[in-house]
């Protein structure tokens, strides 16, 4: 069946400094690749998506490119804010989203001042 | 436009008893999900609905577990007996096509704890 494969967390960075967590997949077709956040106290929101081969996502600063390829969908951003810490959750869905979601196992990341 | 509603937000129960969960989607969303998310763990499909219709309920244990969506709006997910294993928390989530997109929204979830 599908899975996702995500970047062990933790992961503490000082604020400014450049973020990639990597994420891999493992799926039949051509599934749509998500980026979901959850921040403390909150319910997962989806960051970004992409919905087929080379396409980027983008939001908030954060990109992820769909890479079928490598079948990655690495998720980075060029300058952490405090603000950003929050658990990060890679996923994939069959049928452009509308089936269900597979997720992998998440990665905390903390952004320190 | 109001998010998806859960309730409760958490519940305390000993092991054996029932407890069950509820949810209301977003209006006008015809696709409903519960997903199970385990400590430390991403969420995982427990079933999914297109208005009444239970789509796929394959990781449903349906031995103690049960869920129902009567009218295609608010749905209850139940668990009789639980057990100590079912600790976790218990999301649910809706999405529309009509919207453009099949992006799904997360209530804030259930955190159940059984002793």
């Known amino acids: 069946g599908d899975s996702v494969t995500q970047m062990e967390g933790p992961v503490t960075l000082s604020e400014e400094a450049f973020l990639t967590i990597n994420c891999t997949y493992t799926?039949?077709?051509?599934?749509?690749l998500f980026w979901y956040v959850q921040y403390p106290g909150e319910g997962l929101q989806l960051l970004l998506k992409?919905?087929?081969?080379?396409d980027k996502g983008s939001n908030k600063g954060f990109e992820a490119t769909y890479r079928k390829e490598t079948t990655s969908f690495h998720l980075e951003k060029g300058s952490v804010q405090v603000s950003d810490s929050a658990v990060y959750f890679c996923?994939?869905?069959?049928?452009?989203?509308?089936?269900?979601?597979?997720f992998g196992t998440g990665t905390r990341l903390t952004i320190i001042p | 436009e109001a998010g998806v509603v859960q309730s409760p937000r958490y519940k305390i129960i000993e092991k054996k008893q029932p407890v069950a969960f509820w949810c209301n989607p977003i209006?006008?969303?015809?696709?409903l999900y519960w997903y199970r998310q385990n400590l430390g763990q991403g969420p995982e499909l427990l079933i999914r609905?297109?208005?009444?219709?239970?789509?796929?309920d394959s990781q449903l244990p349906k031995d103690r577990f049960s869920a129902e969506r009567l009218k295609g709006v608010d749905s209850t997910l139940k668990i009789q007996p639980a057990e100590l294993g079912d600790s976790a928390v218990y999301l649910c989530?809706?999405?529309?096509?009509?919207?453009?997109?099949?992006?799904?929204?997360f209530g804030p979830g259930t955190r159940l704890t059984v002793t």
């Open positions: 989530a809706s999405s529309s096509p009509a919207s453009g997109t099949y992006e799904q929204y």
């Open positions: 799926a039949t077709g051509y599934p749509s």
């Open positions: 992409a919905t087929k081969a080379d």
């Open positions: 996923a994939l869905s069959q049928n452009f989203g509308n089936e269900k979601l597979t």
């Open positions: 209006s006008g969303h015809n696709t």
């Open positions: 609905y297109e208005n009444e219709e239970a789509v796929d």
